[in-house]
C-alpha cells in the first residue's frame, strides 16, 4: 500500500468516526419531527449572482437607502409623537436586513448609516426605559388595555372603527408594545454582530418597563393592541432574545407570563388551539402575520426551555399553514369572512376564491423565518423548500424590479399589483426575506457541508471544510443545470450534500465527469462522501417538473394551478383576457390532474425562457413572478369544474 492510499484510509476512518460522534450526541424524535441540538449552521455567503443577486441587491441598492434616508425611521422617536400608529417598527427591520446585508457584502456604508441609526434611537430612551413614537397620554403606560376609543388607530377597517366611535364603543387599539417588540428585535441583532453594552442595557430598561406594567398580578398584555391581544403577544420573541443575551431569569418569566396570559384568554390561546391540533382560523382571529410571529416566539422558548409543548405548538400550526393556507406562489393567503377581523386574517379553505384572497408582505417575510428556523433545528428540506417556494413566487411577486416601490398585498388574481414607494409594513418586511435566503445558502449540519440553495452563488468556507470557497453555477431558478465547485484550500474528507428544489426530478449527479452513487438521506439531501480537493466539479443532473395542484375554494368551486418546478406559473393577465377559463369545459374528475398538466405545452415568450401554452386556448403560463408590471398582473388560479 503506498503512503497516499494510507492516507486516505486513515482520513476516511477519521471522519466516520466523527460522524458517529456527531450522531450519537444529536438526534432525537420531538414533537413528530427530528432535532438537532447541534442545527444546521449558516457558512459565510460573500456573493449571490442571478435572479436571487438581481433581486437582493435591489433592495440593498436602493430601497435600503430610500428607506434610510428618509428621517422616516427615526423622525417619530425623536419627535413624539410620531406620524402614524405603527411608525415605530420600520427601524427594527431595517437593522435586521441591514445586519445580513452587511455580513455578506462588507459594505460600510451600511454599517455607517445603522451605527448613526442605532446611536439616535438610543438617545431618546426616556428614564423610564421607553423608546417609542406615542405622545405622553397614549403610552401603554397610561392606556394598558386600550380602553380609550379616541387612543391611536389600529387594523381595524376605518368604516367599522368610525362606527364604533360613534356608538361609543370602545376599540382595543394601539401599537406601542409592537414597536417595543421591534425595537428589541433590531437593536440586539445589531448587538449580535457589533457587541455594546450600552444596546444591552437599553434592551433591558425596555423590557423591564413591559415588565413592571404587564408582569405579575399587573395588567392583562392580551387587552392591548388589536386581534384579541396577538399582536401585542408578539414581543414574546423579543423578551426571549433578551433572555439568551443576557441569562436573566426574570425574561424568561415574563416571557412564561406571556404565554400564560395568551392561555387565559379564549379568543387567543394560541398554543392550546394548537397542541389540540385546530385550525390557525380561531386564535386572534386568524391574523396571519401576528399568529406566525407569536409562533417564533413559541419555538425561540422551545430553544431555551426544552420544553417540548412550544414545539409541538410550532409544528402543528406550521402542518396547518401549510397543508391548508399556502398558495402555490408560496404566499400565506387571507380573506375577509364573517368569523375573522378583516382581510389579513386566514380563512378557512372552502371558503378560498383567488380573486378575493391576498397575500401580505409581512406573511411572506415571517412565513420564511418560521420554515428556517425549523429548518436549523431540524435540517429537513422540506421547511426550505417551503421558504424557497414563497421566496421566488411570492416575495418577488411584492417587489417591483426598480428597487424602491413595494406592494403590500398582491392577489394570486388581479390585473394590476398595487406597487408603492411609501412606507407601509410590507414594504420594510420583505427585505428581510430576501437577506434571510442569502444567509441560508450553504452551511454545515452534522459535520456534513450542506448546500442549500442551486442558485449561483459563492460561500466560504469553514476550516472543517479545508477553507477557500465553494462555488454553485448555473442558471437557478430560471433553469435546472447547476454545477457546484469545490475551491477548498485543503484536501478533506467530509460528505457534501445539496437540496433538490421542490417539484424537482433528481436522475443523478457527477463528479469531475464520472457518475457516482449518491443516495438521499432522510432529511431530503442528495450525500456524496468523498475526499474533497480544489477544483472538484459537481455535476447535477435535475429536471424541473409540471405540477397542478387543485385548490377547493368557495360554494365547491375548484380551482386548479401549476407549478414548474419550485415556480408558480400564471397568465400575465390584464382586463381583456382576464375572464378567460380554459378548464372548464374539459371533461376530467377534478383529482385527475396529470389530463391538466398534458395540456400545457411548450411556448415561447418574450418575457421568459420558461414559457406554457394550454392547448386550445390562447393562454400562456409563464413564472409568477414575472407577470406583474404597471399594467398587468397574474392570472395564477383557473375554474376547473
Given at each position: 500500500?503506498?503512503?497516499?492510499?494510507?492516507?486516505?484510509?486513515?482520513?476516511?476512518?477519521?471522519?466516520?468516526?466523527?460522524?458517529l460522534?456527531?450522531?450519537g450526541?444529536?438526534?432525537?424524535?420531538?414533537?413528530?419531527?427530528?432535532?438537532?441540538?447541534l442545527?444546521?449552521?449558516?457558512?459565510?455567503?460573500?456573493?449571490?449572482?442571478?435572479?436571487?443577486?438581481?433581486r437582493?441587491?435591489?433592495?440593498?441598492?436602493?430601497?435600503?437607502?430610500?428607506?434610510?434616508?428618509?428621517?422616516y425611521l427615526?423622525?417619530g422617536?425623536?419627535?413624539?409623537?410620531?406620524?402614524?400608529?405603527?411608525?415605530?417598527?420600520?427601524?427594527?427591520?431595517?437593522?435586521?436586513?441591514?445586519?445580513?446585508?452587511?455580513?455578506?457584502?462588507?459594505?460600510?456604508?451600511?454599517?455607517?448609516?445603522m451605527?448613526?441609526m442605532?446611536?439616535?434611537?438610543?438617545?431618546?430612551?426616556?428614564?423610564?426605559?421607553?423608546?417609542?413614537?406615542?405622545?405622553?397620554?397614549?403610552?401603554?403606560?397610561?392606556?394598558?388595555?386600550?380602553?380609550?376609543?379616541?387612543?391611536?388607530?389600529d387594523?381595524?377597517?376605518?368604516?367599522e372603527?368610525?362606527?364604533?366611535?360613534?356608538?361609543?364603543?370602545?376599540?382595543?387599539?394601539?401599537?406601542?408594545?409592537?414597536?417595543?417588540?421591534?425595537?428589541i428585535?433590531g437593536?440586539?441583532?445589531?448587538?449580535?454582530?457589533?457587541p455594546?453594552?450600552?444596546?444591552?442595557?437599553?434592551?433591558?430598561?425596555?423590557?423591564?418597563?413591559?415588565?413592571?406594567?404587564?408582569g405579575?398580578?399587573?395588567?392583562?398584555l392580551?387587552?392591548?393592541?388589536?386581534?384579541?391581544?396577538?399582536?401585542?403577544?408578539?414581543?414574546?420573541e423579543?423578551?426571549?432574545m433578551?433572555?439568551?443575551?443576557?441569562?436573566?431569569?426574570?425574561?424568561?418569566?415574563?416571557?412564561?407570563?406571556?404565554?400564560?396570559?395568551?392561555?387565559?384568554?379564549?379568543?387567543?390561546?394560541?398554543?392550546?388551539?394548537?397542541?389540540?391540533?385546530?385550525?390557525?382560523?380561531?386564535?386572534?382571529?386568524?391574523?396571519?402575520y401576528?399568529?406566525?410571529?407569536?409562533?417564533?416566539?413559541?419555538?425561540?422558548?422551545?430553544q431555551v426551555?426544552?420544553?417540548?409543548?412550544?414545539l409541538?405548538t410550532?409544528?402543528?400550526?406550521?402542518?396547518?399553514?401549510?397543508?391548508?393556507?399556502?398558495?402555490?406562489?408560496?404566499?400565506?393567503?387571507?380573506?375577509?369572512?364573517?368569523?375573522?377581523?378583516?382581510?389579513?386574517?386566514?380563512?378557512?379553505?372552502?371558503?378560498?376564491?383567488?380573486?378575493?384572497?391576498?397575500?401580505?408582505?409581512?406573511?411572506?417575510?415571517?412565513?420564511?423565518?418560521?420554515?428556517?428556523?425549523?429548518?436549523?433545528?431540524?435540517?429537513d428540506?422540506?421547511?426550505?423548500?417551503?421558504?424557497?417556494?414563497?421566496?421566488l413566487?411570492?416575495?418577488?411577486?411584492?417587489?417591483?424590479?426598480?428597487?424602491?416601490?413595494?406592494?403590500?398585498y398582491?392577489?394570486?388574481?388581479?390585473?394590476?399589483?398595487?406597487?408603492?414607494?411609501?412606507?407601509?409594513?410590507c414594504?420594510?418586511?420583505?427585505?428581510?426575506?430576501?437577506?434571510?435566503?442569502?444567509?441560508h445558502?450553504?452551511?454545515?449540519?452534522?459535520?456534513?457541508?450542506?448546500?442549500?440553495?442551486?442558485?449561483?452563488?459563492?460561500?466560504?468556507?469553514?476550516?472543517?471544510?479545508g477553507?477557500?470557497?465553494?462555488?454553485?453555477?448555473?442558471d437557478?431558478?430560471?433553469?435546472?443545470?447547476?454545477?457546484?465547485?469545490?475551491?477548498?484550500?485543503?484536501?478533506?474528507?467530509?460528505?457534501?450534500?445539496?437540496?433538490?428544489?421542490?417539484?424537482?426530478?433528481?436522475?443523478?449527479?457527477?463528479?469531475?465527469?464520472?457518475?457516482?452513487?449518491?443516495?438521499?438521506?432522510?432529511?431530503?439531501?442528495?450525500?456524496?462522501?468523498?475526499?474533497?480537493?480544489?477544483?472538484d466539479?459537481v455535476?447535477i443532473?435535475?429536471?424541473?417538473?409540471?405540477?397542478?395542484?387543485?385548490?377547493?375554494?368557495?360554494?365547491?368551486?375548484?380551482?386548479?394551478?401549476?407549478?414548474?418546478?419550485?415556480?408558480?406559473?400564471?397568465?400575465?393577465?390584464?382586463?381583456?383576457?382576464?375572464?378567460?377559463?380554459?378548464?372548464?369545459?374539459?371533461e376530467?374528475?377534478?383529482?385527475e390532474?396529470?389530463?391538466?398538466?398534458?395540456?400545457?405545452?411548450?411556448?415561447?415568450?418574450?418575457?421568459?425562457?420558461?414559457?406554457?401554452?394550454?392547448?386550445?386556448?390562447?393562454?400562456?403560463?409563464?413564472?409568477f413572478?414575472?407577470?406583474?408590471?404597471?399594467?398587468?398582473?397574474p392570472?395564477?388560479?383557473?375554474?376547473?369544474?
Open positions: 500500500m503506498n503512503r497516499n492510499a494510507g492516507l486516505s484510509i486513515l482520513r476516511i476512518f477519521l471522519a466516520t468516526i466523527a460522524l460522534i456527531f450522531q450526541n444529536t438526534t432525537k424524535i420531538k414533537s413528530g419531527v427530528v432535532v438537532n441540538p442545527k444546521w449552521e449558516s457558512l459565510q455567503t460573500i456573493g449571490e449572482e442571478g435572479v436571487v443577486g438581481e437582493v441587491n435591489l433592495w440593498r441598492n436602493n430601497r435600503f437607502w430610500f428607506i434610510g434616508e428618509s428621517g427615526i423622525d422617536f425623536e419627535k413624539r409623537p410620531g406620524v402614524h400608529p405603527w411608525q415605530g417598527e420600520h427601524l427594527g427591520k431595517w437593522l435586521h436586513a441591514g445586519v445580513i446585508a452587511y455580513k455578506i457584502t462588507g459594505n460600510e456604508k451600511i454599517k455607517k448609516a451605527d448613526e442605532v446611536k439616535r434611537v438610543l438617545a431618546t430612551q426616556r428614564a423610564d426605559g421607553y423608546i417609542g413614537t406615542y405622545a405622553d397620554e397614549y403610552t401603554f403606560m397610561v392606556v394598558p388595555e386600550s380602553t380609550d376609543p379616541k387612543s391611536i388607530a387594523d381595524i377597517e376605518a368604516s372603527r368610525k362606527k364604533l366611535v360613534e356608538t361609543g364603543k370602545n376599540i382595543r387599539g394601539g401599537w406601542d408594545t409592537w414597536t417595543f417588540r421591534y425595537n428585535y437593536l440586539l441583532t445589531y448587538e449580535e454582530l457589533f455594546n453594552e450600552k444596546i444591552v442595557e437599553a434592551c433591558k430598561k425596555m423590557a423591564d418597563l413591559l415588565i413592571e406594567v404587564y405579575v398580578d399587573k395588567y392583562d392580551t387587552k392591548y393592541g388589536t386581534r384579541k391581544g396577538i399582536s401585542a403577544t408578539t414581543v414574546l423579543s423578551i426571549v433578551l433572555y439568551q443575551r443576557t441569562g436573566e431569569k426574570k425574561y424568561l418569566d415574563f416571557a412564561k407570563e406571556i404565554v400564560e396570559m395568551s392561555e387565559n384568554n379564549p379568543d387567543l390561546r394560541l398554543m392550546g388551539t394548537m397542541l389540540e391540533n385546530k385550525s390557525v382560523v380561531h386564535p386572534g382571529e386568524g391574523k396571519g401576528q399568529l406566525m410571529s407569536n409562533l417564533i416566539g413559541y419555538f425561540r422558548l422551545y426551555t426544552d420544553n417540548e409543548k412550544y409541538r410550532v409544528v402543528n400550526a406550521w402542518d396547518d399553514i401549510q397543508r391548508n393556507h399556502i398558495l402555490v406562489t408560496g404566499g400565506p393567503w387571507s380573506q375577509k369572512e364573517e368569523y375573522n377581523g378583516n382581510s389579513e386574517c386566514f380563512a378557512y379553505t372552502d371558503d378560498f376564491n383567488p380573486e378575493k384572497s391576498h397575500v401580505e408582505g409581512c406573511c411572506d417575510a415571517t412565513w420564511i423565518q418560521l420554515c428556517t428556523q425549523l429548518f436549523e433545528l431540524t435540517g428540506a422540506k421547511y426550505y423548500n417551503e421558504a424557497e417556494i414563497t421566496l413566487n411570492s416575495v418577488y411577486g411584492h417587489q417591483e424590479i426598480e428597487g424602491k416601490e413595494w406592494c403590500y398582491i392577489a394570486p388574481n388581479s390585473t394590476k399589483p398595487y406597487y408603492q414607494e411609501k412606507f407601509h409594513c414594504g420594510s418586511s420583505e427585505p428581510r426575506a430576501l437577506e434571510i435566503y442569502s444567509d445558502f450553504a452551511g454545515s449540519f452534522e459535520g456534513h457541508l450542506s448546500v442549500n440553495t442551486l442558485a449561483p452563488s459563492t460561500v466560504a468556507l469553514s476550516d472543517h471544510f477553507g477557500g470557497i465553494i462555488q454553485i453555477k448555473g437557478f431558478p430560471k433553469g435546472s443545470v447547476t454545477n457546484i465547485v469545490l475551491g477548498n484550500k485543503k484536501t478533506k474528507y467530509f460528505t457534501l450534500e445539496f437540496r433538490v428544489p421542490a417539484y424537482t426530478s433528481f436522475n443523478g449527479v457527477k463528479v469531475n465527469g464520472k457518475s457516482v452513487d449518491a443516495k438521499i438521506n432522510n432529511r431530503g439531501f442528495v450525500e456524496i462522501d468523498k475526499e474533497w480537493s480544489k477544483g466539479v455535476a443532473d435535475m429536471e424541473f417538473k409540471l405540477v397542478a395542484t387543485v385548490q377547493p375554494g368557495k360554494n365547491g368551486q375548484k380551482w386548479i394551478a401549476f407549478n414548474y418546478g419550485p415556480l408558480a406559473l400564471a397568465q400575465k393577465s390584464n382586463a381583456e383576457n382576464f375572464k378567460v377559463e380554459p378548464f372548464t369545459n374539459v376530467f374528475v377534478w383529482y390532474t396529470n389530463k391538466a398538466v398534458k395540456m400545457l405545452k411548450p411556448a415561447q415568450s418574450s418575457v421568459s425562457n420558461i414559457a406554457f401554452y394550454i392547448e386550445n386556448s390562447d393562454v400562456t403560463l409563464i413564472p413572478y414575472l407577470t406583474g408590471s404597471r399594467t398587468s398582473g392570472k395564477t388560479y383557473f375554474k376547473c369544474n
